[in-house]
Each structure stands twice: as structure tokens, then as C-alpha cells.
Nanobody
Framework: VQLVESGGGLVRAGESLRLSCAASGLTFPEYAIGWFRQAPGKEREGIAT???????????DSVKGRFIIYRDNGNSAKTTVYLQMSRLTPEDTAVYFC??????????????????WGQGTQVTVSS
């Protein structure tokens, strides 16, 4: 499984940004792709996940209503998952990672449940 994030950068508070996660090698009956973030000195936080089974989504309270996770209509083994982030604040500054979980359904937002990770992309929000 390969996961490659892109789309990070520097934005101002209140602006929007879209991250992409190109996932391949997902030869599993079902899986979930999640987005996580880690700020300096803080633990990795799960913020959004989407399941391959009918595409249900789950969000953390910290991003619910501001971030949207969705995916393209690629085949099950290769897909791109996006994280549309709106109304960004400096507290959203972190390295953002995507990860794949091919464990039991339904998915969750605990990092230890995920089996493969991308390298991360930096998002910096200035005030």
C-alpha cells in the first residue's frame, strides 16, 4: 500500500485549503482512509475518515462543520481521498497525514488502528 499526501502550504486564518491523498495497492475487501494531524509537542489526532463500504464519513469534533472528506470514483485498489478544509485557524497548523485501515468495519479515528501511513504534508495557518 502506498499513500502520498499533497496540497499543504501556508494560508491565512479564515482561508481554505484542500489536501489530497493518492492511495494505491488497496487490495482488500474493504478499508478506510483517514486524515490525521500532529502539531509540535502534541499527540497525533484523527480528524476524518471515509470507508470504502458505501463511503460513510466520520469527523472529530475539532473539525466537524469545517472540514469535508471525500474521494474520487477510482477503482477500489487505487483512489484519491481529499480533505477540504475551510475557515482555517492557527490551531489547525500541523503536519497532516493520511493513513489506511483494512481492519474491521466500521472505521474509527484512533491512529493505532491504521496500518499504513503517508509521509505527511505541512499546513501552516497564520493569524
Amino acid at each position: 500500500v502506498q499513500l502520498v499526501e499533497s496540497g499543504g502550504g501556508l494560508v491565512r486564518a479564515g482561508e481554505s485549503l484542500r489536501l489530497s491523498c493518492a492511495a494505491s495497492g488497496l487490495t482488500f475487501p474493504e478499508y478506510a482512509i483517514g486524515w490525521f494531524r500532529q502539531a509540535p509537542g502534541k499527540e497525533r489526532e484523527g480528524i476524518a475518515t471515509i470507508s470504502s463500504r458505501d463511503g460513510p464519513t466520520y469527523y472529530s469534533d475539532s473539525v466537524k462543520g469545517r472540514f469535508i472528506i471525500y474521494r474520487d470514483n477510482g477503482n477500489s485498489a487505487k483512489t484519491t481521498v481529499y480533505l477540504q478544509m475551510s475557515r482555517l485557524t492557527p490551531e489547525d497548523t500541523a503536519v497532516y497525514f493520511c493513513a489506511a485501515d483494512w481492519g474491521p468495519y466500521p472505521p474509527d479515528l484512533f491512529p493505532y488502528e491504521y496500518d499504513a501511513w503517508g509521509q505527511g504534508t505541512q499546513v501552516t495557518v497564520s493569524s
